[in-house]
């Protein structure tokens, strides 16, 4: 299996078993705004993935499964599709 193919994978089941999901950076502002927001609004059950700290964190980052560079808005809209179970397509 391709690498990339392995970090979707991973990232499905973490969406599946998990409620909220946040595939995060630690020093990313809008990572960081995401997860207190989360933790502000009475999430208790949050999933935490800082992809810098994985080995495969590069495949992780939107850019290398959908070919396209990584913002900000497609990691919020990562976490939105994990906390409401939304497939990858």
């Known amino acids: 299996m391709s690498a990339a193919r392995a970090a979707r994978a991973f990232i499905e089941t973490a969406i599946k078993d998990h409620n909220v999901v946040v595939f995060s950076k630690t020093t990313c502002s809008f990572s960081i705004l995401a997860?207190?927001?989360?933790?502000?609004?009475?999430?208790?059950?949050?999933?935490?993935?800082?992809?810098?700290?994985?080995?495969?964190?590069?495949?992780?980052?939107?850019?290398n499964i959908y070919g396209k560079d990584s913002n900000a808005a497609k990691q919020l809209f990562w976490i939105v599709c994990a906390i409401h179970k939304i497939p990858l397509t």
């Not at 009475?42 to 850019?63: A, F, H, L, S, T």
């Open 35 to 63: 997860k207190r927001i989360l933790s502000e609004v009475g999430v208790q059950e949050m999933q935490v993935y800082e992809i810098e700290r994985r080995e495969d964190g590069r495949e992780i980052q939107v850019r």
